[in-house]
């Protein structure tokens, strides 16, 4: 039987976020991450990507999602909190769905809408 993942403290998980997933933050045992889009086409294409990410990674994020908004959070539930699992997939949702084409690119400047953005963590 493999060992269960390590689990990080409330305060290793904080460092953690703070130094590797600006933008992701601690509520309730879970890490989370709001993220706006231009609407709602492009809502369902980050929930789809979300989704594909997750289904291959094997480890299911819950979503919460509105017009022009996505909520992101993941635990480790099996283990009873917050692992690597989480943080690594944390980690490829971010430089995915916040990509861009690099200056230069032949693929730059990329598309002129605002797309998906980081949003602000909710109050």
Request: net charge negative; glycine share 8%.
């Amino acid at each position: 039987m493999a060992d269960k993942p390590r689990v990080y403290s409330e305060a290793e998980v904080l460092e953690k976020l703070e130094q590797e997933l600006p933008g992701w933050y601690l509520e309730n045992g879970w890490i989370r991450r709001y993220y706006k889009t231009d609407g709602w086409q492009a809502t369902l294409m980050l929930i789809t990507t979300v989704g594909y990410l997750a289904e291959a990674a094997y480890h299911h994020p819950d979503l919460t999602v509105s017009w022009a908004k996505l909520w992101v959070k993941l635990q480790t539930h099996d283990a009873g909190g917050i692992t690597d699992k989480d943080f690594d997939l944390a980690k490829k949702i971010e430089s995915v769905v916040l990509w861009r084409p690099e200056e230069g690119s032949p693929l730059a400047p990329g598309t002129p809408n605002k797309w998906v953005r980081s949003g602000d963590k909710p109050k």
